[in-house]
């Protein structure tokens, strides 16, 4: 029986980086707007509790656009580094290729002129999102596998496999909807 082998190729943009980050972000962003609402909340009602609304309306836009420039930073923080990152790569670094066996120990990874196989038991985990995975080999350093570049886009169930059948509980999948 031959090895069902799996080829993704891809670049990786700006626009790529930028959205893989800013969707692991957004759980950050979600936490500082509550954070925000509660103390801008408190104050209001403190305000209302001791019946100097006057005051309360003269401040009223710093409850606004205070929060509103700090989240809207770090939207920008994140644009910017991910451009500086992308500039900043040599133009044969953007690309990456991965070769996924089927009943093999690792993967083989390409990128420029650079070549590494990589131990699915070195793995930390790999989260599937709608439109790539997020392959972590630890807290701080995780791959994007975008899954438009998966030659045949039936390719994605049988990695899904690949990975579940690796990794275990430590793979967090979306279930097969037939991407």
Not at 53 to 77: D, T, W, Y
Not at 125 to 135: A, M, Q, W
Request: aromatic letters at 12%; glycine letters at 6%; charged letters at 20%.
């Amino acid at each position: 029986m031959a090895t069902m082998m799996i080829h993704v190729d891809f670049t990786i943009t700006q626009r790529d980086l930028f959205r893989v980050n800013l969707e692991v972000a957004n759980l950050r962003l979600a936490g500082a707007c509550v954070a925000v609402a509660l103390v801008v909340g408190s104050l209001i009602w403190f305000f209302w509790l001791i019946d100097d609304l006057h005051i309360l309306l003269q401040l009223s836009p710093l409850f606004i656009g205070a929060p509103l420039m700090a989240i809207v930073g770090q939207v920008l923080r994140l644009h910017v580094y991910c451009r500086q990152f992308i500039k900043n790569l040599p133009e044969s670094q953007r690309r990456a290729q991965y070769l996924f066996q089927e009943n093999a120990e690792g993967y083989d990874i390409t990128w420029g002129r650079s070549f590494s196989h990589i131990l699915w038991q070195d793995l930390m985990t790999v989260i599937e999102k709608r439109n790539y995975f997020l392959i972590y080999h630890n807290k701080f350093e995780a791959r994007i596998l975008l899954k438009s570049g998966f030659h045949q886009q039936s390719d994605i169930p049988l990695f899904r496999q690949i990975v579940d059948s690796q990794l275990g509980t430590k793979a967090r999948l979306l279930a097969d909807s037939g991407s």
